[in-house]
């Protein structure tokens, strides 16, 4: 039963920190009227490494690939893509790696917010997500960046949006956690 456990826990701490990061918004002279929180906005229902691949100018650094599924919850919920090009995944525009430390969870590396090479909002396109509809994203990142470990856990904080025209006001933002996974074998 620990499975379960684990999960409630990881789902009860995902919501705290969705009900956090709106907290600033909701409690601002500006904001205009308060709303109640019910629920996330999204669930990511789950997170795979699908590539690892040796840097070439450094083999004992990878450049990891990991695929994670969102699930909007009873409402469209927008997340930005970032690729390159429309006909390829997409790409998170705004995602952070977290390890633990102890019981808490930590960034991997506080300053980095977005995925490794997407920096400009001007760029990002916007997806709508319907209602109980799946989008799957793709998030990047560095062995040797994040100075990771061979088996450590990871986890992503992904920034996702109610709704299109909130996409570049940062406070509206609400952040999903993404399942746990291990960073693959590193070099040799």
């Known amino acids: 039963m620990r499975f379960g456990n684990e999960a409630l826990r990881l789902r009860t701490a995902s919501l705290l920190l969705n009900i956090m990061a709106l907290l600033p918004a909701l409690i601002s002279p500006n904001s205009g009227s308060c709303q109640a929180i ?11 490494i699908v590539s690892a691949k040796p840097n070439p100018d450094d083999p004992s650094d990878l450049i990891v690939a990991v695929r994670v ?13 970032c690729a390159e ?83 570049k006001d940062w406070k509206s933002a609400v952040i999903v956690m993404s399942p746990v996974f291990e960073c693959p074998p590193i070099g040799r």
Not at 106 to 129: C, R, S
Request: proline fraction near 7%; charge should be neutral; hydrophobic fraction near 45%.
């Open 38 to 48: 019910s629920h996330p906005l999204a669930d990511a229902v789950s997170a795979e």
């Open 69 to 81: 599924t969102m699930l909007a919850t009873d409402r469209p919920v927008v997340i930005p893509d």
């Open 85 to 167: 090009d429309a006909a390829k995944e997409k790409v998170f525009c705004l995602a952070q790696l977290q390890r633990p430390k102890g019981k808490k969870w930590h960034y991997a590396k506080p300053a980095v917010w977005a995925t490794l090479g997407v920096e400009n909002p001007d760029t990002w396109k916007p997806l709508n997500i319907a209602a109980r509809k799946e989008a799957s994203y793709l998030f990047f990142f560095s062995t040797e960046f994040f100075g990771l470990r061979t088996g450590e856990r990871l986890r992503l904080a992904i920034s996702v949006w109610p709704d299109e025209a909130s996409v």
